[in-house]
C-alpha cells in the first residue's frame, strides 16, 4: 500500500507564496508521472501542475507563470511553489502519482488534500 501525505496549505493573503509538499511512502518501487489538482467549492477538481520523472512540466494556463511543479525522486517527494497568490487559487489541493509498487504493478494514488485559502 502507498501513501501520499499533503503539507503546506493553509492562509494567505492575495500576492503572497505558499509551498505545498507531498512525499509519497509505503511499498513503493519508483513512481512515474506526479501531479497537482484542485478542487474549488462548487467545482470539479482540476490539473493544476504535472511532472513526469525526468521533470518535464505542464501547467493549467490559470497558473502559468506564477507555480512552479518541481520534485525529489530520492525523497519520494513533490512540490508546488505558489507565488502571487490570487483569491480564485482557493482550494483544496490534491497531490496525485502513479506508482509502481514493489511487485512491478503501476497504480493510482491520491492523497487526502490540503487547503489552501488566499484573502483578498
Known amino acids: 500500500q502507498v501513501q501520499l501525505v499533503e503539507s503546506g496549505g493553509g492562509l494567505v493573503q492575495a500576492g503572497g507564496s505558499l509551498r505545498l509538499s507531498c512525499a509519497a511512502s509505503?511499498?513503493?518501487?519508483?513512481?512515474?508521472?506526479m501531479g497537482w489538482y484542485r478542487q474549488a467549492p462548487g467545482k470539479q477538481r482540476e490539473l493544476v501542475a504535472g511532472?513526469?520523472?525526468?521533470?518535464?512540466?505542464n501547467y493549467a494556463d490559470s497558473v502559468k507563470g506564477r507555480f512552479i511543479i518541481f520534485r525529489d525522486n530520492a525523497k519520494n517527494t513533490v512540490y508546488l511553489q505558489m507565488n502571487s497568490l490570487k483569491p480564485e487559487d482557493t482550494a483544496v489541493y490534491y497531490c496525485?502519482?502513479?506508482?509502481?509498487?514493489?511487485?512491478?504493478?503501476?497504480?493510482?494514488?491520491w492523497g487526502k488534500g490540503t487547503l489552501v485559502t488566499v484573502s483578498s
Open positions: 511532472i513526469t520523472r525526468g521533470g518535464s512540466t
Open positions: 509505503g511499498s513503493i518501487f519508483s513512481i512515474n508521472d
Open positions: 496525485n502519482a502513479d506508482v509502481k509498487g514493489r511487485d512491478y504493478y503501476v497504480m493510482n494514488y
